[in-house]
């Protein structure tokens, strides 16, 4: 029960930000409002499958491929939009070269790994 209105409450503002962001875009015509109009209309498409499936099957889905992928791809617009907001131009030079940027790689394979093992 919490869940779904934990949802519920996420949809109706990512809801919001969608909306207010592809209204500034069309109305400053600036890409940096594009880029938030679409993470945030991306993130907010996952949450309607999450949501959805709690409300069609009444349970949590045990792998949700589906909305892990749009909140993944919300946040490759995020990234591009601080980078846009950085600068304008986006190169691999400008992005921080740090060793703690080689958890994330491992983290998601041990992930992968650790899934396929214990998943059905």
């Known amino acids: ?21 592809i209204w500034k875009a069309y109305h400053f ?16 498409l996952g949450c309607l499958y999450w949501q959805l499936y709690l409300v069609f099957y009444g349970k949590t889905p045990q792998y949700s491929y589906i909305s892990s992928l749009s909140w993944y791809s919300a946040y490759i617009f995020l990234i591009l939009l601080v980078l846009e907001i950085r600068g304008g131009e986006i190169a691999f030079k400008s992005l921080p070269h740090h060793r703690l940027l080689y958890i994330i790689p491992v983290f998601a394979i041990g992930m992968c790994i650790f899934f396929s093992q214990k998943g059905d």
Do not use: P
């Not at 934990?6 to 109706?12: E, G, K, P, T, W």
């Not at 015509?29 to 907010?44: D, N």
């Open 29 to 44: 015509r600036k890409k940096a409002w594009i880029l938030l109009g679409l993470s945030s209309g991306v993130f907010f």
């Open 1 to 21: 029960m919490i869940e779904s209105i934990d949802n519920a409450f996420q949809l109706i503002l990512t809801g919001i930000c969608t909306v207010i962001s």
